[in-house]
Nanobody
Framework: QVQLVESGGGLVQAGASLRLSCAAS????????VGWFRQAPGKEREFVAR????????VYADSVKGRFSISRDNAKNTLYLQMNSLKPEDTAVYYC???????????????????WGQGTQVTVSS
């Protein structure tokens, strides 16, 4: 079992930056693909970014490419999402999630992730 706990959300103005963290416990994430998803009110949960932990391979949604950066700290077993140039449309609850790296089903589909954190709210005002 993997337990995931997000932190770092908050209320910021457009153009600001935030860094989200996702601390994992229970197992090392070295054999997982770990991702960030977000869900705005009335909308479906959508893919933001993911990383294949063991090799550091990253993938981003087009909507955040160039503004967000996903990274990990092996020693701390922690995932990060650096969010720059935030826009009001980035407002959502942000979740981290993990699935086995051996699972080659599409990494942008939240249905294929087994472990989820509780989420952290990000609100960007205009």
């Amino acid at each position: 079992q993997v337990q995931l706990v997000e932190s770092g959300g908050g209320l910021v103005q457009a153009g600001a930056s935030l860094r989200l963290s996702c601390a994992a416990s229970g197992r090392t994430l070295s054999t997982y693909t770990v991702g960030w998803f977000r869900q705005a009110p009335g909308k479906e949960r959508e893919f933001v970014a993911r990383i294949r932990w063991s090799i550091g391979l990253t993938v981003y949604a087009d909507s955040v490419k160039g503004r967000f950066s996903i990274s990990r700290d092996n020693a701390k077993n922690t995932l990060y999402l650096q969010m720059n140039s935030l826009k009001p449309e980035d407002t959502a609850v942000y979740y981290c999630a993990a699935k086995s790296a051996a699972d080659y089903r599409p990494g942008s589909n939240p249905s294929y992730y087994n472990y989820w954190g509780q989420g952290t709210q990000v609100t960007v005002s205009s």
